[in-house]
C-alpha cells in the first residue's frame, strides 16, 4: 500500500509540471492566434505570419509567446522547411543561427520573476520594467529570409543544470540592437540539459547587485550542482556608493557571493572584466581596470575557484585586430545607421553582437580549460577557439532584432 501511495504521488508530481505542445498550420494554431492577456499564448503581432497545412511563417521576425511559472523549460522546435535563419529567446538570447541549422532545435530555457520566494523583489530599474526578461512569460524571437516553424514543445524540468550569472552590462541580456553582451550569446554553445540564466544588470556592481536583492533571487533557487559565474568591475572601481578597494573590500564581497554559493552546493566562478577598448601609441592594450583582475587571479587562489582570464583574452582579441578594427566589435555606429537614431554611437566598452559573440567563445574556452562539468553540454559544432585568431568579421551575419535604442547601458 505505501508503495502504491508513493507511486501515486510521484506520478501526481510529474503531472503537474507544465507541459504545452503545439501544432502550426491552416487547422491548427495559425496567425489567428495571437498573445494577449486573455489568451496567454499566441504570436505577437501576426500581421505578417502567413499559415499554410504544416507551418507558420514569415519574411520579417516574429514572435510566439506563453506565460509560464518560474523555472526551466527543456524546449523542442521543429522549424520550417527554410532553416537560413536565427533563434532567440528571451530578451535577445541566442539560440541557434546561421545558415543549414538543424530542422528540430531542442534547447533549455530559464523563465524568471522579480519576486523572491524567500521574501522581498528584486528592485527593478527603468530599463527593465516591461522587457521580456521579466515578463512572467516565455517569448521566442524568430528571424530570418523566412523563418517558420512547424512544432513547439515545451516541458518544465529540474534536471536541468542552471548557469547563473552576476555582473554588469558587459554580460546583461541587452534588450535592444546593437548593444550585445557575453551572457546572452552563451545559450547558443549548450545543448538541451543546461540553462542560462542570466541575472547580470547593467550598471551593477558587487554592492548595488546586493542591494538590488539580485543576489538574494539567485540564492533563492540555486541548488546543488549549479554554477555562480561572478563578473564585476567596472562600476566597482568608480566613485560612489558601489565603490570598493581592489585587495580589500573588492576581495571580501567576492569571498562573499563564493561562500553563498558554496553554502548551497552551487560552482562558483570567477570572471575577470574584459579590457575596454583603450589602445596606447603602440597599438597595444592599456589597463583602465587598474589592480582589480589581479585582485580577482589572488582570490580564485586563496578560494581554489576556478577563474577565467577574460582580461587577458580580451586583450588577445583587440590587439588581433588591432586600434581600427576592433572598432567593428563595440557599438560604433554613424547616426542614422537604426530607426530612430540621431547622433553618432561610439563606445569603447560595450559590444555589438559580433563583439559579444567572440567574448562568449572566450568563456566557453575559459570552461574547457578549468575542466569545468559544463563541456560535456556543449553542442558538437562548437570548436576550440583562440582570442588571439578571431572569427573573420567580414563574414560575420546576425539577423538584428526588431527593436534598437541609441540610449547607453551605464
Known sequence: MRAFLLTLLLSSLASSAERHHFQFGS?????????????????????????????????????????????????????????????????????????????????????????????????????????????????????????AIQILDIQQTDKAITVYLAGDSTVVDQTAEPWAAWGQMLPRFFKQGVSIANHAESGRALKSFLGDKRLDKILSTIVKGDY??????????????????????????????????????????????????????????TNSLKEYPEAMRQTAVEEKVALIDLTAMSQLFYESMGPESSIKAFVHYPAGTFPGQQRELKD????????????AQCIVEGMRSNHLGLVKYLRSDIAHYDAAHPDDVSKWNLPLSPHSSARTPF
Not at 569603447?348 to 567574448?359: I, M, R
Request: with cysteine; proline share 4%.
Open 348 to 359: 569603447d566598452t560595450h559590444f555589438n553582437s559580433y563583439g559579444a559573440y567572440q567574448l
Open 27 to 147: 487547422g491548427h494554431l495559425d496567425q489567428s492566434s495571437t498573445y494577449t492577456a486573455n489568451s496567454r499564448q499566441g504570436f505577437e503581432d501576426a500581421s505578417a505570419i502567413t499559415c499554410d497545412a504544416h507551418e507558420c511563417g514569415s519574411d520579417k521576425p516574429f514572435f510566439f509567446s506563453i506565460d509560464l511559472p518560474e523555472g526551466n523549460y527543456d524546449v523542442t522546435v521543429k522549424l520550417g522547411a527554410v532553416t537560413d535563419m536565427t533563434l532567440r529567446a528571451e530578451a535577445r538570447r541566442l539560440i541557434a543561427s546561421h545558415q543549414n541549422i538543424p530542422t528540430t532545435l531542442k534547447f533549455t530555457v530559464n523563465v524568471r520573476y522579480p519576486e523572491i520566494s524567500t521574501g522581498g523583489t528584486v528592485r527593478l530599474n527603468d530599463r527593465e520594467v516591461g522587457t521580456r526578461t521579466w515578463d512572467k512569460r516565455l517569448s521566442l524571437e524568430f528571424n530570418g529570409k523566412h523563418a
Open 228 to 285: 555562480l559565474f561572478i563578473q564585476f568591475t567596472h562600476n566597482d572601481q568608480k566613485p560612489g556608493s558601489s565603490y570598493v578597494e581592489p585587495f580589500t573590500t573588492y576581495k571580501e564581497h567576492l569571498k562573499l557571493y563564493i561562500g553563498e554559493a558554496r553554502k548551497r552546493g552551487a560552482i562558483p566562478v570567477l570572471v575577470t572584466s574584459m579590457h575596454r577598448r583603450t589602445f596606447d601609441s603602440s597599438g597595444k592594450i
